[in-house]
């Protein structure tokens, strides 16, 4: 057969197509992905699951006119192919290349930029709204979302408010039972009945929110998605259209094991075998959280975890596959999660509430009002913090000691390494005082045995690293790791401190260490303004110390997609930028 995808470079080109091409065309879309995420990584069951519904989408609708928002956006790969980025593709995920989600300056096809989960019928709806007073009523809009972002509480809300207006909203539900693990609570027992024929139509909920539900309809089956879209495109006001997918769909790797297939990494395109990544360190940071917390819950009976629709990125699945009474998912509902950890934690449990830093943002109200204001001790472990590589700027972990720094009577813990902190939580794990939030990064430990005995570490200690005569580096977390490298020429000219507590800090001791220095070095893998570097600074000023003050850490700007290597390097925090600025400033 004669290859179509090479004919395929906007969606106009599929409008002369037959439905017989179609399904070619996807087929090779299929491969196509196959062939540059096995080599490149990536998210790849999530775009594999949609191939067959993007074809439809763009040969009915007229986009960009008509506006298509996809929700989360990893499973927007085809449609990225499909919107004149398919000779780019391979420059997915990678520095000055496509990034891998949906981003407004890439593309007018994307009609929204999405990382985070459940925000698209919001989005789709605004710009139906802003249609209606345009009198732009030919125009349509998509938002396309999953079955586990949709029971999020924001997209609810944007359910709630679209079906008391007449906006031109097609709202459809990818629905694969799977979001990057499986999904959970009650709307996924609802939908599986659906599915299923066993929930009657009058018991409809989307209907009962004043939507015309259209479904289940098979979300692989061309013909049957093309018919349905092209009724609803003629028609106004909210519409939902319910289609059950495969995730991972057209590899069996993939469709067979979901879960380790969403972003499996580099692996062998014609087989699926998963290939062995030579470079990697000993355990993930996760792992360590994820094991100790679980050692921890088995001795301890008190102690209670729980995460946002994570159990495996943050690996708290250990805890769940063993003790599943106290260690739950609450699916993506970080502001949900957060309260509930306040609600449990008053009961008297030692409460460990798992999640990423850039999903921690989602629910800041709730740290403020429902945790910190209350001064209850639930523990957030924020995985993820620092910068995270190819995700890129809606995934960095690089905001929160900066919008933690701001909260009242939260503790902010970045331990140095995977032993200090294993030992962090150990010492945590009957605290019954106050809110503490403790930070790690993204990768692998560079530490082998780290799984030592337990001991109580005193948290606030300021720990000396190195010794040193006239500057002094302040560093915070496992950058510190960096700093001791960029700092191997030196003998005797820079101490090192570390701060395994970056708030609250003691400003008589820190006085007293600045005493005798004439240059003052932070460094912290977050935002410079209000973070570690900042609190420092105002100690400074507030004594009037007469000292030189360099802050490094990430600058003013969203930091885009790139290895990490590449990030730090951007920002500074790499080995090699250091070690220039501190041989500059001995002047070697």
């Not at 491969?31 to 191939?51: E, K, Q, T, Y």
């Not at 015309?212 to 692989?220: A, I, L, N």
């Not at 699926?272 to 360190?281: A, P, V, Y």
Request: charged share 20%; with cysteine.
């Amino acid at each position: 057969m004669t290859p179509i995808l090479p004919t395929i470079q906007f969606p106009s080109d599929l409008k002369s197509k037959t439905l017989e091409q179609l399904q070619q065309l996807a087929d090779e879309i299929r491969r196509f992905i196959i062939d540059v995420v096995s080599v490149n990584g990536g998210h790849l069951g999530a775009s594999l699951g949609v191939v067959e519904l993007t074809i439809a989408l763009h040969y009915v609708f007229d986009t960009p006119i008509d506006k298509l928002v996809w929700d989360v956006g990893h499973q927007a790969y085809v449609h990225k192919i499909l919107t004149g980025r398919k000779a780019d593709f391979e420059t997915n995920r990678q520095k000055n290349g496509l990034s891998g989600f949906p981003k407004i300056s890439e593309s007018e096809y994307d009609a929204f930029g999405v990382g985070h989960s459940s925000t698209s019928i919001s989005a789709a709806l605004g710009m139906a709204i802003a249609s209606k007073l345009k009198n732009e009523d030919d125009i349509q809009h998509i938002a396309v979302i999953g079955d586990a972002s949709i029971a999020s509480g924001m997209a609810f809300e944007a359910l709630n408010h679209a079906g008391v207006t007449n906006a031109n909203l097609i709202v459809v539900l990818n629905d694969n039972a799977i979001g990057i693990d499986p999904s959970v609570g009650a709307l996924k027992s609802y939908l599986m009945q659906v599915k299923q024929g066993e929930n009657p139509k009058s018991n409809n909920m989307i209907k009962s929110l004043n939507f015309k539900y259209v479904g289940p309809v098979d979300g692989h089956d061309l013909k049957a998605l093309i018919h349905e879209l092209q009724r609803l495109k003629v028609k106004s006001g909210p519409q939902f259209l319910h289609i059950t997918t495969t995730k991972g769909k057209g590899l069996k790797q993939a469709e067979e094991n979901q879960v380790l297939y969403h972003a499996p990494g580099k692996f062998d395109k014609i087989t699926g075998d998963l290939l062995e990544n030579n470079t990697q360190k000993f355990t993930k940071y996760q792992d360590v959280f994820g094991l100790t917390l679980l050692e921890l819950a088995q001795q301890n009976s008190k102690i209670f975890a729980i995460t946002p629709a994570m159990p495996t990125g943050s690996s708290l699945k250990y805890m769940m596959d063993e003790i599943p009474e106290r260690a739950i998912d609450v699916g993506i509902a970080e502001q949900h999660a957060v309260t509930l950890a306040a609600g449990i934690s008053l009961s008297g449990f030692t409460v460990f509430c798992a999640i990423y830093s850039t999903f921690l943002q989602r629910a800041y109200d709730q740290l403020i009002h429902d945790v910190a204001l209350q001064n209850i001790p639930v523990i957030f472990c924020i995985d993820r913090a620092g910068l995270v590589g190819e995700d890129g700027a809606t995934h960095q972990g690089v905001f929160d000691i900066a919008y933690l720094q701001a909260i009242p009577n939260l503790t902010i813990l970045a331990p140095k390494d995977a032993v200090e902190l294993r030992q962090t939580l150990f010492t945590l794990q009957n605290n019954n005082s106050k809110p503490v939030a403790v930070r790690y990064p993204r990768g692998y430990s560079s530490v082998e045995n780290w799984k030592v005995l337990f001991k109580t570490v005193d948290l606030s200690k300021i720990q000396s690293i190195k010794k040193g005569k006239k500057a002094a580096v302040f560093s915070t977390g496992t950058i510190l790791e960096n700093v001791l490298e960029a700092l191997s020429f030196d003998t005797d000219y820079f101490a090192v401190h570390h701060f395994l507590q970056i708030k609250p800090l003691n400003e008589t001791e820190i006085v007293e260490l600045i005493k005798g220095f004439e240059t003052i070095i932070t460094v912290e893998e977050g935002v410079i303004k209000g973070g570690f570097g900042s609190v420092i600074n105002q100690i400074i000023l507030a004594n009037n110390i007469n000292v030189k003050v360099i802050n490094l850490g990430v600058p003013d700007v969203f930091i885009e997609h790139a290895t990490v290597n590449e990030q730090l390097k951007q920002c500074g925090l790499d080995v090699e930028s250091m070690q220039n600025l501190f041989k500059k400033i001995r002047n070697v």
